[in-house]
């Protein structure tokens, strides 16, 4: 079996964006790779001017808010670091079993990478001569700066979204067959760990249990 892979456009984001980022990248793409009914839910975001949309399903949307938080947790002990998020999805399959492997097999057939870089701004403020009058304001040009910094993640969100919606309409042949009454692919999400070289393992494991270096292209 293929694994599809997609990497998806790296954005720069602030510590208080992520969250609202993360939710509609991957509720939008586990949404374009629902099978039978959901309920479609429109969420608009709060910072940015973009509608995004969610199966409506509470599980869902517990499992993605819950590997948020601890990529959020992770983020903290990593500052100014670039950093990926895998959401792989997966067949299960019985094998035979024997002593040194397991009896389910998971074969990955599709992974997205969604990359994102932390960042930090400088604070706004203000710096006032001893007579107490404003000499020069920093503050308004970090503000202006943020605007139009936050203009340019917008758009580049917006790109993101455009390239899943590209990539499912493509990229068709690889998905399973579906079965009766199955409404989403299982899938997974894969945050780094504490250590730099952890998701790069996990990543090898993986090919070492579906047999397709292809996955990590």
């Known amino acids: 079996m293929n694994c599809e892979v997609c990497h998806l456009k790296e954005l720069d984001v602030e510590h208080f964006e992520i969250r609202e980022v993360l939710r509609c990248i991957l ?35 517990k499992k993605i808010d819950e590997k948020i938080e601890q990529f959020i947790s992770w983020v903290e002990k990593h500052p100014n670091k670039k950093s990926q998020i895998c959401l792989s999805f997966y067949e299960v399959k019985n094998k035979q079993q024997s002593w040194f492997t397991n009896k389910i097999e998971r074969l990955y057939w599709e992974q997205w990478y969604v990359n994102l870089n932390v960042i930090q701004l400088p604070k706004t403020h203000s710096s006032k001569s001893h007579h107490s009058k404003v000499v020069f304001d920093p503050g308004e040009s970090t503000s202006e700066e943020r605007s139009i910094r936050r203009a340019a993640l917008e758009a580049s969100l917006r790109d993101v ?17 579906i079965s009766e009454g199955v409404v989403y692919f299982p899938y997974e999400i894969t945050i780094p760990s504490s250590s730099d070289s952890a998701f790069g393992m996990d990543m090898i494991k993986r090919m070492l249990q579906t047999g397709h270096p292809t996955m990590l292209s």
């Open 27 to 61: 509720h939008t793409i586990v949404f374009h790779r629902a099978l039978g009914l959901v309920r479609p839910k429109d969420i608009d975001l709060e910072l940015f001017e973009i509608t995004y949309v969610q199966c409506g399903d509470v599980e869902v949307e």
């Open 161 to 177: 979204l455009f390239q899943i919606i590209k990539f499912v309409n493509e990229k068709k042949d690889h998905v399973p067959p």
